[in-house]
């Protein structure tokens, strides 16, 4: 009998098993084509777009008329992209500062077409890339053209189209740019003729001049600390963390760039009137000038990955340092300059630090260093506030010092924009507000673009390191849109790039270029710092204290690292208030507590990223507290590891000190000495490096072994080294033995009085009485003969 075969289910469940989870994770395995760039969803990007040149970079009367945009297109995705196409958008003039941001980034309604699509490439595979090229004219009687009728800063996009394997044809990246417009050039007809029309010769639109802005650029000479941590003045030679610094001072290095444009920008034949010198400012870091000069002598440069070990070798830059402070110098004597506070220290922080001396020095007295270095006199009168903004612990910092004009980046949303008016934030400090949304741009410029912390999210951009030419462009716009609108208020800024800037020649050059141009254009006229100063420095009371942030963003330092500096600072200047001068090296006190309080300022320098600067500034702080520790045990009592014996109840106690110090200190001892010791206080000491032995009088009234204990300790009461504990033995019998002493010599005395009584006056002395006679005495044996006659025996009196 045959049993027939039951149908299989199982096959049918399994292929829809496994259909279910093909639609499960087939979307999450291919990234969606659709996604748009700037996308937050997470979704990888198929290509990128670098612009790589905008010509002209900035459009004046005198220009081209027409403006064209290079770049590539680069396959960065997991697939093949085919058909990809791209065209160039524009949008209007921005309107606002808060657009010189949005115009950047989020949607794309305000942009359109200048021509239609063009052909890339059919394919476009995984890691190639494709070029391309859109050269429009300004203005045109006949599309297609940028339509731009009048000086402004517009907003351009390059938008890319294309269908990646497995997917839809979708928008997959834009990038977009600034391009400021000074003035409109001549319009060309189809022929390339120029064409004259009722706006003037040949059609050029100029910028209206009736209400240039005052200018003043500040322009950054400043890095990141490099000095490494915990080495005590007088150490030669100095040791840096790495030798980055030896790079960036050489020819082609960073430092190098700036400090040459600055010098091209400013010399004669470039500036022969000067306008660029007054306007331009060079905004020197002291300790950057502490560290190359040191340099300059030589140095040597840790060997440790993250420049904390003592094992080093000789650097490199000491040839690099010596030329470069020599031509900064050259510079400086004839143009202005103006100290950042020390290292770029979170102002903020040391306000929470409450260090009366430290917060002196980082905001005046490192002003006196820029002085020295240099060998000129710097403004006075503004503080430099940084990549932070002004908050209300800064003014209280600023204003414990006296008057000052406050240089910080206004608050300043997408929907609210900033308000750069001057005015007064408390009786001593004036804020002079700078525009973040310039700032920002500014620290967008260069190989190695930063977003400044003092920025609102909303005012955020993407910073794409394929797109250099374009973060240029916007820097551009940024520095040139408030010229070019005469109804902006105020007519005047400040333009305040990070402190720790990195820009290549190219845009250091256009940057500086782009300044003279404004001001030669009649849309800008040159605010020279100390007139901006005095300016601000007359705005009347009353002030506004709602004008500054009530805290810091969330960058801000940990309490642990201000907690552990205000600790290690106020043990420091116990111990720089008891040192004194080296007479044979010069080498006073304070110069050599000072690297060590650098090193705190250092520990809270903006420089560094801030998502690390806590575990930095921790690191750096380990470093010098074990420093400070050390030389409080440098300064001990040498222990004899033995007992003393007294001989006397007045012997002195005898006592070696010992000082590893590079310089003399002021010390006390102190004697804790048990009941019966009575201890003379010997004041204060000063102790040279080396050994010093002293002397202890003490007045001892018993006789025993005791245990004295010996501490030395600042004249304001540091405890120095380690307390010594000495054995001490004492013969002294106090009162009894005196009396005892004056009894015995008494008897003494009278018995030699009446021996000798009795001799002058010729009588035997009674005590002689019992002595034995003559007779009775033993022979002496072996007695040597003699010729001379034995003495008659004296007869006894009767």
């Known amino acids: ?102 115009s950047l980034t989020g949607g794309t309604a305000q942009f ?106 500040l322009w950054p000479l400043a890095d990141r600390p490099r000095l490494a941590p915990g080495v005590p003045g007088g150490t030669a030679p100095v040791r840096l963390m790495d030798d980055e610094l030896a790079t960036s001072l050489a020819p082609g290095g960073r430092l190098d760039t700036l400090l040459g444009a600055a010098e091209f920008a400013t010399s004669e034949p470039v500036d022969p009137e000067g306008e660029v010198s007054r306007a331009l400012c060079l905004a020197v870091d002291p300790d950057l000038l502490v560290t190359v000069n040191a340099m300059t002598g030589g140095y040597v440069v840790a060997d440790a990955s993250d420049g904390l070990g003592a094992a080093s070798h000789p650097g490199t830059g000491q ?110 400090v004036v804020a002079a507000p700078t525009d973040p949304t310039v700032g920002a741009a500014l620290a967008a410029a260069g190989r190695a673009p930063v977003a400044p912390n003092y920025l609102d999210d909303s005012l955020a951009v993407p910073l794409r390191d394929g797109s250099h030419t374009a973060r240029r462009q916007d820097a551009l716009g940024a520095m040139l849109w408030r010229t070019l609108d005469p109804e902006n208020e105020p007519r005047s800024q400040i333009l305040m790039p990070p402190l720790k800037w990195n820009l290549d020649p190219d845009d250091a050059q256009a940057i500086l270029t782009t300044l003279a141009t404004t001001i030669r254009a009649g849309l800008a006229t040159a605010a020279p710092l100390p007139a901006v100063i005095a300016g601000a420095a007359a705005a009347p009371p009353p002030a506004d204290p709602d004008a500054v942030a009530a805290v810091a963003p969330q960058t801000r330092f940990d309490d642990g690292v201000v907690n552990t500096i205000a600790g290690q600072v106020g043990r420091l200047w116990g111990l720089t208030a008891a040192l004194t001068t080296n007479e044979q090296t010069g080498l006073t006190g ?82 804790d000495a048990p009941p019966g010791m009575s201890v003379t206080d ?8 080396g050994y010093l032995p002293i002397h202890i009088p003490v007045e001892v009234h018993f006789s025993q072994r005791v245990a004295v204990d010996v501490a030395l300790r600042t004249p304001d009461g540091l405890t120095l080294g380690e307390p010594v504990r000495l054995s001490v033995h004492s013969n002294a019998y106090g009162k009894v033995l005196f009396f005892i002493t004056l009894a015995a010599a008494a008897v003494l005395i009278t018995l030699t009085a009446r021996r000798l009584w009795h001799r002058f006056r010729g009588q035997p002395d009674p005590a002689d009485l019992d002595r034995p006679e003559s007779s009775d005495r033993p022979e002496p044996r072996d007695r040597p003969e003699s010729s001379d006659p034995e003495p008659a025996p004296v007869e006894p009196p009767r």
């Open 1 to 102: 009998m045959t049993v027939p075969r039951r149908p299989s289910i199982v096959a049918p469940r399994i292929v829809t098993l496994l259909a279910i989870l093909a639609m499960l994770l087939v979307p999450a395995v291919l990234p969606q084509a659709a996604a748009q760039p700037g996308d937050e969803s997470g979704s990888a990007p198929f290509v990128v777009i670098s612009i790589d040149s905008v010509d002209p970079n900035v459009v004046t009367t005198a220009s081209n008329p027409t403006v064209t945009v290079t770049g590539t297109v680069s396959n960065v995705g997991d697939r093949t992209v085919r058909d990809v196409v791209a065209r160039l958008e524009h949008a209007p003039a921005v309107s606002s500062a808060a657009a010189l941001r949005t």
């Open 112 to 217: 359109s077409a200048v021509g239609g699509f063009v052909t890339l490439t059919d394919q476009l595979d995984r890691g190639q890339r494709t070029p391309f090229r859109f050269s429009y004219p300004l203005r045109s009687d006949t599309d297609p053209s940028l339509r731009v009728t009048e000086p402004g800063v517009y907003p351009l996009l390059v938008n890319v189209n294309g269908t990646p394997d497995y997917g839809a044809p979708a928008r997959l990246d834009d990038a977009r740019f600034l391009l400021p417009v000074l003035g409109v050039p001549r319009e060309d007809d189809a022929d390339g003729a120029p064409t004259v029309g009722a706006l003037g010769l040949d059609g050029v639109i100029p910028p209206d001049t009736r209400r240039p802005v005052a200018t003043t650029m």
């Open 319 to 428: 040839t690099a340092a010596i030329g470069w402070l020599d031509r900064l110098r050259a510079l400086a004597a004839r143009m202005c300059v103006v100290a950042t506070p020390y290292a770029q220290a979170d102002l903020d922080a040391l306000q929470r630090v409450n260090d009366p001396g430290l917060s002196h020095f980082t905001t005046v007295a490192a002003a006196d260093l820029v002085d020295q270095l240099l060998g000129v006199q710097s403004v006075r009168g503004a503080t430099l506030v940084g990549d932070g903004p002004l908050t209300r612990r800064v003014v209280d910092l600023l204003g414990a010092q006296g008057n000052t004009v406050a240089i910080a980046a206004a608050d300043a949303t997408a929907d609210d924009g900033p308000d750069l008016a001057v005015r007064r934030v408390s009786p001593q």
């Open 590 to 671: 304070l110069q050599y507590t000072a690297p060590l309080r650098e090193d705190m300022l250092r520990a809270l320098s903006q420089a560094e990223r801030p998502a690390v600067r806590n575990e930095l500034a921790e690191q750096r702080l380990a470093v010098v507290g074990r420093t400070v520790a050390d030389l409080f045990g440098a300064v001990t009592i040498v222990n004899p590891g033995g007992s003393y014996t007294l001989a006397t109840e007045r012997s002195p106690l005898p006592l070696a000190l010992r000082n590893d110090l590079a310089v003399p200190i002021r010390v006390r001892l102190v004697v």
């Open 682 to 689: 010997i004041g204060e000491q000063e102790l040279p490096p």
